[in-house]
T-cell receptor, first 112, second 114 residues
Framework: KQEVTQIPAALSVPEGENLVLNCSFT??????LQWFRQDPGKGLTSLLL?????REQTSGRLNASLDKSSGRSTLYIAASQPGDSATYLC???????????FGTGTRLQVFP | SQTIHQWPATLVQPVGSPLSLECTVE??????LYWYRQAAGRGLQLLFY??????ISSEVPQNLSASRPQDRQFILSSKKLLLSDSGFYLC?????????????FGPGTRLLVL
């Protein structure tokens, strides 16, 4: 059974820092991995999707990497801003379906 | 463009009362639809998914049920709410981005059962 873990659970950093969020999954037989952002009390927004054949994806200040063999993905946020404050979730599809299994998330706070 | 609506945005209900949460999708046809719940301090849990009208699959045994009376309508219901049903309920549908399938989420409904 696929399990997805995210560390740290919470992170508080000053504005301008570069930071890394970690995601681990137990079953490496995935065909993609996604990172989402959730603002308090709101739905999820897809940030990046990495196919299993890719090693990384970039969007603006965000860079996500994927190492299937070790069951890990990282989300790198460069030059963090207060507007980046949110909960970040990674998710992988269950085997051969599009149902997503989510990690518990990392709650990020970037203070001025 | 595709959009997904959920209502109500917030709901406070007494224990034992019924529940009906609605999700509708615009701009697509025959979507796969999902209901997730996010309990306080916990991750997202998939409750139900549907691949078509009248087709519902339940992921976890619980006090809730789901129905899909129309192609772009997905309803989450309960006959008698429990305290443990409190949480944030998200509806989602799957679409193809070109890089792969992803899910687009609605704004969510916050349910508090007292």
């Amino acid at each position: 059974k696929q399990e997805v873990t995210q560390i740290p659970a919470a992170l508080s950093v000053p504005e301008g820092e570069n930071l890394v969020l970690n995601c681990s999954f137990t079953d490496s037989a995935i065909y993609n991995l996604q990172w989402f952002r959730q603002d308090p009390g709101k739905g999820l927004t897809s940030l990046l999707l990495i196919q299993s054949s890719q090693r990384e994806q970039t969007s603006g200040r965000l860079n996500a990497s994927l190492d299937k063999s070790s069951g890990r993905s990282t989300l790198y946020i460069a030059a963090s801003q207060p507007g980046d404050s949110a909960t970040y979730l990674c998710a992988v599809p269950s085997y051969n379906t599009d149902k997503l299994i989510f990690g518990t998330g990392t709650r990020l706070q970037v203070f001025p | 463009s595709q959009t997904i609506h959920q209502w109500p945005a917030t709901l406070v209900q007494p224990v034992g009362s019924p529940l009906s949460l609605e999700c509708t999708v615009e701009g697509t046809s025959n979507p796969n639809l999902y209901w997730y719940r996010q309990a306080a301090g916990r991750g997202l849990q998939l409750l139900f998914y549907s691949v078509g009208i009248g087709q519902i699959s339940s992921e976890v045994p619980q006090n809730l049920s789901a129905s899909r009376p129309q192609d772009r309508q997905f309803i989450l219901s309960s006959k008698k709410l429990l305290l443990s049903d409190s949480g944030f309920y998200l509806c989602a549908w799957t679409f193809w981005t070109g890089l792969g399938e992803t899910q687009y989420f609605g704004p969510g409904t916050r349910l508090l059962v007292l």
